[in-house]
């Protein structure tokens, strides 16, 4: 029931995602194994990524699904940077909304740690923070209702019907909530990777915060590349093997 309320609540106060928040048929599936490789600046192969469905589990007395994310560095990005970023995410099983977050970012003698717990409950998330091996400062965010972050949109989006226009959400980001607008338009133009041929694709934007991504326009929905900025510039993650 609660549930039900707080997803009633944030409907009112802003259209979250997609109006109505109609399902797919996809379902997350344990063990889902997805390998990108990762080029840096468009043109450099820079690293790798996993990002898998570890399973399912209990937290706080719900059931949740842990996504697990690292990125890798590689060649020449690998020896200037060695960089790895880490992500366990712990998503709500119906909704695929985040509830607990934990982030990692290593690179040389540089690190930067952060966890978030998000309670919808009490409308507020806490974040403890860390860098390179310092304090931990920990903060309190207001949740104006329903957030999402990177790594959840991808299943998010995944599982919700994309209608071409306009949507809005509330986006968590390095300790703050915003609103941000996303567009959605279906692609009708092929698609090579080195996972397979594909004949058309939906594409998701959000130039506020620098997302793309382009999905499957098929039952599983896969997100076949993502564009985005991280710590180590421009990157573009593109799907190779599925698991």
């Not at 944030?10 to 194994?33: D, S």
């Not at 996993?50 to 020449?76: C, D, P, Q």
């Not at 923070?129 to 957030?147: A, D």
């Not at 609103?179 to 092929?190: A, F, G, M, R, W």
């Amino acid at each position: 029931m609660l549930r039900k309320l707080l997803i009633v609540s944030c409907g009112l106060a802003l259209l979250l995602a997609v109006e109505g928040n109609a399902k797919t048929t996809y379902t997350i599936k344990p063990g889902e194994v997805l390998e990108y490789k990762v080029m840096v600046k468009t043109l450099i192969h820079g690293g790798n990524q996993t990002v898998k469905v570890v399973g399912l589990e209990k937290y706080r007395n719900r059931s949740v699904f842990r996504i697990r994310s690292k990125v890798t560095s590689a060649g020449l990005v690998n020896q200037l940077t060695g960089y790895t970023e880490t992500e366990e995410l712990l998503l709500d099983a119906e909704e695929l909304y985040p509830l607990y977050l934990r982030r990692t970012v290593l690179e040389k003698k540089k690190s930067k740690i952060e966890e978030v717990s998000f309670d919808y409950g009490k409308k507020i998330a806490t974040r403890v923070y860390s860098k390179n091996g310092g304090p931990n400062e920990q903060t309190q965010i207001k949740l104006p209702g329903i957030v999402h972050d990177g790594l959840s949109l991808q299943y998010f989006f995944r599982q919700v019907e994309l209608k071409p226009g306009q949507h809005q959400l509330y986006f968590y980001s390095n300790g703050k909530v915003k609103t941000i607008s996303y567009s959605v338009q279906e692609v009708n133009s092929k698609l090579e990777l080195d996972c397979g041929i594909f004949s058309g694709y939906l594409e998701v934007q959000s130039p506020g915060v620098n997302i793309t991504l382009l999905l499957a326009n098929n039952a599983e929905r896969y997100p076949l590349v993502i564009r985005k900025l991280s710590d180590i510039g421009k990157f573009e993650a593109k799907l190779q093997k599925v698991f």
